[in-house]
């Protein structure tokens, strides 16, 4: 028996959370979703107490990702202590918001930096010292109550993590209870050859999983094999989150400046609507 939490990623909506922001946790619990997840960077603040209490008044749990600015130097992955440094710190930072916002997770591409792609292969050396470090943010999470949970990504946007079965053998590296996976079907696409084995590799440590469709639009109707996410889902992680992550791209939207140049989510309410409508009747 399946216990999904459906949610949505604040990006459909905004691209910077602020205190006048809190409407939107209203807007997303009236329209069905279970959980919510929201952004934090250098370019956000916001006072923690209001959304912690509204979030827990409506039932919605919440989870948080490092989308907005983040500044490159900030990478446990890099040789340079100082730049391990400035990582953990930031890392640290934001672990801290993620507390006292109530949130369950610290949910993202944490291994290193999006954007940091060197053109050549993986060395071990590198996963060491992201094992090593993660380790440590793993420690801090757990004594904040926090998950810890690492996202895969293209190799468009990290040479590091791609694929199910690279989070699952840095998670053996780090070897700590509070560290989890959260897949993509966005990223999958260019990674995955096999959906269903990508997500019964991870196992016991799938947390979740970000769903949108092939061109980032709603679910459904693109290439994606949803009969395969939730059949093996229904196998190995019957609790999934499953939520829906694009960005806004209608006419006072940002989706242009992620690199989304078609229409996908012309209105936050109308993508997730559609979206529920199609993963409930799939799961």
Request: charged share 25%; proline share 5%.
């Amino acid at each position: 028996m399946t216990n999904y939490k459906y949610g949505a990623h604040q990006f459909l909506w905004i691209e910077h959370w602020s205190d006048d922001s809190l409407h939107i946790l209203d807007e997303a619990r009236a329209l069905g979703v279970d959980c919510f997840e929201i952004s934090l960077g250098d370019d956000i603040a916001f006072d923690p107490i209001p959304v912690r209490e509204r979030a827990k008044e409506l039932g919605l749990e919440l989870s948080v990702g490092p989308g907005n600015i983040w500044p490159m130097e900030c990478d446990i992955s890099y040789e340079s202590v100082e730049n391990q440094r400035l990582g953990m710190a930031r890392h640290r930072w934001i672990i801290e918001q993620v507390a006292e916002i109530g949130a369950v997770a610290y949910n993202g591409a944490t291994y290193g930096h999006p954007g940091h792609i060197l053109r050549q292969p993986r060395e071990h050396a590198e996963l060491e010292r992201i094992a090593r470090n993660l380790s440590q943010l793993a420690d801090y999470a757990q004594s904040l109550n926090v998950k810890l949970v690492i996202e895969p990504m293209s190799r468009f946007r990290t040479h590091l993590i791609h694929s199910a079965q690279d989070a699952v053998d840095l998670i053996a590296l780090v070897n700590h209870p509070t560290l989890y996976i959260n897949l993509d079907t966005y990223h999958m696409i260019t990674e995955e050859r096999d959906y269903a084995k990508a997500i019964k590799t991870c196992g016991e440590a799938l947390w979740g999983i970000h769903a949108c469709e092939s061109d980032r639009g709603v679910p459904g109707g693109g290439l994606v094999p949803w009969d395969d996410v939730f059949l093996s889902l229904a196998d190995v992680c019957p609790n999934a989150r499953i939520l829906m992550e694009t960005y806004n791209t209608g006419k006072q939207g940002f989706g242009y400046g992620r690199g989304i140049f078609k229409d996908v989510c012309p209105d936050a309410p109308g993508f997730v609507k559609n979206g529920l409508e199609f993963l409930k009747q799939w799961a």
